[in-house]
């Protein structure tokens, strides 16, 4: 609901004004771009009207307050006076309107879950809801999730946890085959331990406050065709524990994936590199008390502090490279993640991530996206559209596929770019046709100079048309789509038209 542009720049035509999900950013009028509204925010004005106090809300309350200049909403329990904010939000008025006067969580959750809205909000709280409304999906007690789930989701995980004199072990049973080592996320910071995980679409925790201290270090194992996954932790001190510890916020539940909240841990910046004239090459790394693997075709949010307040963004993991050998998910302590992110000078977050120096620190989030390995089984042409930085998830595609899928035969990216300049790693790229046969790239150019003889334009039927051959007649095609949303969203148009179907089509989308 909330997201956080700033103005100016691109022309008001741009794709740049559409967020990725296919919602429209409105125009917003001079002098309402985030950096404006964190300015207000702190500029100490009294934004909810109440001479800074918080006050209990009851239904009947919230419900009076359902008009523009007088505009209450719900988000988890807390209510917000979000008049003040509507000149800018990106979304436009009418968005926040939909809101006014009620609950407001799963409209939130179903655009924006991600933003901070507490930290963009904090100053427009009015209070607590005095009767709490209905719980958020994510927060049923336990035996209410589990009954719900029951007839649903997966059958309930469990856990246990085991120890020697020098190692603790705590073991999840998933009761599902396919758990790999990137379905399992874990944190420890001091004495607090975290594990999530991804059980097809839901999300079991184990989050506990150890009772006893352990080693940073810790390892990940998982035993496939049972489900099993052991987590092993090192005692500090070689003493008998006697319970593992206590539970902390939403121990031991499992909900959907789309209702567990985001959970961040500080990544350190290790190296920074020109891929294009606008475009770099990030590496972070990982907390050593982190266990963490971005699924192929999956991002992350970053977050930074601007001004006092907390920016989020999505961003999807490269490999470090296109001529690597690919690692991924066999590798189990990777600590290094890869990002190649465009710097756009107006925007409100790229500028900022690119002040960062080396040994300075970023918020990363566990991962989303809904893209499944299992979407290569049997394939045998692979197709590629990607337009500007819309080739990040192709690349651990492209390296995944070529590795790891025996029945593939043909693999062919058509990348989109405005000129040659903004190609990324066009050389890596032509190195792959010759490193392996079944590749293929064409690029396509806008805006190119007038010695290109390569492909012009934009995504058309033509264009496609005479690119998406199959290998034979009834191959097992798998189109993927990345880019601005409009481009995505005409490319899925044109490939409907080519009488391609909906199980042949993948577009990322946040
Ligand atoms: P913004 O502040 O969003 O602005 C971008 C430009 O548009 C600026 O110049 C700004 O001035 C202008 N603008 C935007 N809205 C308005 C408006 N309403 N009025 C006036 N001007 C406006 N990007 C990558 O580079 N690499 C990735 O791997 C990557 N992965 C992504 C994965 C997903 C799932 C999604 C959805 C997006 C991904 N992106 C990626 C894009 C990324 O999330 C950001 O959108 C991008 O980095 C721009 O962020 P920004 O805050 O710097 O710019
Ligand atoms: P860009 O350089 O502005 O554009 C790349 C190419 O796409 C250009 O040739 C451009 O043509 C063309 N294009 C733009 N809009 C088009 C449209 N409406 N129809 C047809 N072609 C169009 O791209 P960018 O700045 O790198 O932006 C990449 C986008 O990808 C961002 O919006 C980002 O959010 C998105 N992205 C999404 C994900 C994801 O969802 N998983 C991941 C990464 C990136 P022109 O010269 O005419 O502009």
């Given amino acids: 609901m909330l997201n956080v542009p700033s103005q100016s720049f691109p022309a008001p035509s741009s794709q740049q004004r559409v967020v990725a999900g296919g919602r429209s950013k409105v125009p917003l009028k001079q002098g309402r771009s985030l950096m404006d509204w964190i300015r207000l925010t702190k500029s100490g004005k009294d934004l909810t009207g109440l001479k800074g106090r918080l006050i209990e809300v009851t239904e009947e309350e919230l419900k009076k307050h359902d008009k523009k200049d007088d505009c209450w909403i719900c988000i988890r329990g807390f209510v917000y006076n979000v008049s003040p904010y509507m000149e800018y939000h990106p979304g436009g008025e009418d968005e926040l309107m939909r809101a006014a006067g009620s609950d407001g969580t799963d409209l939130f959750d179903q655009v924006h879950r991600w933003v901070n809205y507490e930290s963009m909000l904090k100053e427009c709280l009015v209070g607590r809801m005095a009767v709490k409304p ?21 059958s309930s995980p469990s856990y246990d946890w085991f120890q020697t004199d020098s190692l603790v072990t705590i073991v999840i049973y998933t009761k599902q085959k396919d758990i790999t080592l990137d379905s399992v996320i874990v944190d420890h910071q001091d004495d607090s331990f975290r594990a999530e995980t991804i059980i097809k679409d839901y999300s079991y925790l184990i989050n506990i406050e150890l009772s006893h201290a352990v080693q940073e270090d810790f390892s990940v194992r998982i035993v496939e065709n049972v489900g099993k996954i052991e987590i092993v932790l090192q005692k500090k001190e070689n003493t008998s524990w006697k319970c593992l510890g206590h539970p902390l916020e939403n121990h031991n539940s499992l909900v959907p994936k789309k209702d567990a909240g985001l959970f961040y841990r500080q990544c350190q910046l290790i190296s920074k590199e020109d891929v294009t004239h606008d475009t770099r090459l990030f590496c972070f790394m990982l907390p050593p008390s982190t266990h963490l693997q971005v699924p192929i075709g999956q991002h992350v949010y970053l977050k930074l502090t601007v001004t006092d307040t907390e920016i989020v963004k999505p961003y999807t993991p490269v490999s470090d490279s296109l001529l690597s050998e690919f690692k991924e998910p066999a590798l189990p302590n990777n600590k290094y993640i890869y ?3 465009k710097i756009y000078p107006a925007g409100l977050f790229t500028p900022e991530l690119d002040h960062l120096q080396i040994g300075d620190f970023v918020f990363v989030s566990n991962p989303e996206g809904n893209f499944k390995t299992s979407q290569f089984q049997e394939l045998e042409d692979l197709f590629l559209l990607a337009a500007g930085t819309g080739f990040t998830p192709m690349v651990k595609l492209l390296n995944y596929a070529l590795t790891n899928i025996p029945s593939l035969r043909k693999v062919k990216l058509m990348f989109f770019n405005k000129t040659e300049d903004d190609i990324i790693w066009r050389s890596q790229l032509e190195e792959l046709t010759f490193k392996d ?17 390569g492909k012009q334009g934009h995504v058309s039927p033509a264009l496609l048309s005479e690119f998406l051959k199959r290998s034979s007649d009834k191959s097992k095609v798998l189109i993927c789509i990345c880019g601005p949303t409009p481009f995505t969203e005409q490319g899925i148009k044109f490939l409907h038209e080519l009488n391609f179907s909906k199980d042949e089509i993948h577009s990322f989308t946040a």
């Fill in 134 to 154: 209905a719980a958020p999906k994510g927060m049923l007690p336990k035996s209410q999730a589990t009954d719900t789930l029951a007839r649903e989701g997966p």
């Fill in 437 to 453: 046969k079944r590749f293929d790239v064409e690029f396509v150019l806008s805006a190119p100079i007038s010695e290109w003889n």
């Fill in 339 to 341: 990002f190649l992110i």
